[in-house]
T-cell receptor, first 115, second 117 residues
Framework: AQKITQTQPGMFVQEKEAVTLDCTYDTSDQSYGLFWYKQPSSGEMIFLIYQGSYDEQNATEGRYSLNFQKARKSANLVISASQLGDSAMYFCAMREDFGNEKLTFGTGTRLTIIP | GAVVSQHPSWVICKSGTSVKIECRSLDFQATTMFWYRQFPKQSLMLMATSNEGSKATYEQGVEKDKFLINHASLTLSTLTVTSAHPEDSSFYIC?????????????FGNGTRLTVT
């Protein structure tokens, strides 16, 4: 079974609109962390936001927020007021067990912002 | 913030030759680094975990004799693709944890695009 599932291969969004990128995960661990990374065409992986399994508040970082629904095992990324520079691949990733540093990535969503 | 430097950014080599890729943590010490491979339009797949001063831990299906990993210092890990073949052409990217707290993210290098002709 896939540990991280991103069901949207691609999305097109009008500039300045908000966009939600879906991510569901599968784990039996009680302690885990969820990450979102952005990968522009240059290839670098840019860390965006983190949500811990025990965090009660949804994480926010500037225009990025994470809609964490633990019971549903979903960790959707919300980008508010999208910009042209937001066009990129977005990957959801999970780290199971805080003693383990390995990340498992989803298949990604290609976001294209339309002017 | 934590920075990971990877070199070279791209390399073209002939089939049968070996290629070395370096990954450095610039402003922090990394006892553990990770090597990922990404094929076009696919996700990142973990190849191996590089441990400073000890042998690397390889993921299932990754040939340790083909992908040699050396982590000789707290700031440098190298991946050597030995006897490269065209099917090894891929984007290789390393990462290291940028802090000691549980929510410290992995910071990635800019990746190396390897093309084997």
């Amino acid at each position: 079974a896939q540990k991280i599932t991103q069901t949207q291969p691609g999305m097109f969004v009008q500039e300045k609109e908000a966009v939600t990128l879906d991510c569901t995960y599968d784990t039996s661990d009680q302690s885990y962390g969820l990450f979102w990374y952005k990968q522009p065409s240059s290839g670098e992986m840019i860390f965006l936001i983190y949500q811990g399994s025990y965090d009660e508040q949804n994480a926010t970082e500037g225009r990025y927020s994470l809609n964490f629904q633990k019971a549903r095992k979903s960790a959707n990324l919300v980008i508010s007021a999208s910009q042209l520079g937001d066009s990129a691949m977005y990957f959801c990733a999970m780290r199971e067990d805080f003693g383990n540093e390995k990340l498992t990535f989803g298949t990604g969503t290609r976001l294209t912002i339309i002017p | 913030g934590a920075v990971v430097s990877q070199h070279p950014s791209w390399v073209i080599c002939k089939s049968g030759t070996s290629v070395k890729i370096e990954c450095r943590s610039l402003d922090f010490q990394a006892t553990t680094m990770f090597w990922y491979r990404q094929f076009p339009k696919q996700s990142l797949m973990l190849m191996a975990t590089s441990n400073e001063g000890s042998k690397a831990t390889y993921e299932q299906g990754v040939e340790k004799d083909k992908f040699l990993i050396n982590h000789a210092s707290l700031t440098l890990s190298t991946l050597t693709v030995t006897s490269a073949h065209p099917e090894d052409s891929s984007f290789y990217i390393c990462s290291a944890r940028g802090g000691q707290t549980y929510n410290s993210p992995l910071h990635f290098g800019n990746g190396t695009r390897l093309t084997v002709t």
